[in-house]
């Protein structure tokens, strides 16, 4: 219906259109139309909310079509999610609508997904401080989904990399970092183009299995940590078999 013709019905009027696949426009009549789509209620059971009638100056009680019902009760949830992809939405330049949408629906189950993964920390222990926030968390998956089942890139095969842990490529200013950093569990475990290679340091680095103490010049070409790989212990094989 017109806005025009909607608004010579009763204030709580509304009219519902279903879509053959179950998709549901409701239109109704409050102090001006409102539209809602969903693919989960539409009318349903209406109940009463109270509104002010401004020409007789009094509370009066109208109907309310269930999708608003449940709207209005969702809508500070609706709200926080909005805000939550909007800190750090795809980058996406094209005008078309489809690909916009499609940005839009990942970023929409990155935001959930965390806000699920926070609420399953809480009974798994997870300590405050080892929780990801928004960011981490996208950057995991995002790194995941680059190198998880993935070889390593061919460029990289045969250069000389004695010297991938002391500086990050990633910085503009050379970091000295000390420390390897681990691989994903995701990429750790999946088994594609881990590859041996022999350092040229002086010095061996430690062992990366965590029950061992070794110094080993192997490392993996994909998980970029020194691991053992001798007659005595193949840590090398170790730290690539999930326990599970
Ligand atoms: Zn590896
Ligand atoms: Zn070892």
New binding site residues.
């Given amino acids: 219906m017109s806005d025009r013709d909607m608004k010579k019905e009763a204030r709580g009027f509304s009219e519902e259109v279903v879509s053959e696949d179950g998709v549901v426009v409701v239109k109704w009549l409050d102090n001006r139309t409102v539209c809602l789509v969903s693919n989960c209620v539409g009318k349903g059971l209406e109940d009463q909310a109270k509104r002010w009638d401004k020409t007789n100056s009094q509370y009066v009680q109208i109907s309310r079509p269930e999708v608003v019902k449940k709207y209005n009760h969702s809508m500070g949830g609706v709200d926080l999610l909005d805000q939550l992809i909007s800190l750090y939405r795809i980058l996406i330049r094209s005008k078309k609508w489809t690909l916009r949408v499609t940005m839009h629906m990942i970023d929409f189950a990155l935001v959930n997904s965390w806000l699920e993964y926070k609420k399953d920390c809480q009974p798994c222990n997870v300590p405050k401080k080892k929780i990801m926030d928004l960011l981490d968390f996208r950057m995991t998956i995002a790194e995941s989904l680059i190198k998880m089942g993935q070889k390593v890139p061919s460029d990289k095969r045969g250069r000389p990399s004695s010297s991938f842990s002391a500086t990050s490529p990633a910085s503009p200013h050379p970091v000295k970092r000390k420390v390897e950093t681990r691989p994903l569990v995701e990429v750790q475990f999946d088994r594609v183009d881990h590859m041996p290679q022999f350092d040229d340091k002086k010095e061996a680095t430690r ?1 990366k ?1 965590a029950e ?1 103490k ?1 110094r ?1 010049h192997v490392f993996c070409e994909k998980c970029r940590v020194h ?2 790989i001798n007659k005595n ?1 193949n ?1 090398f094989l170790t730290f690539h078999r999930s326990s599970k």
């Fill in positions: 062992c299995v061992c070794g080993s691991l053992c212990r840590c």
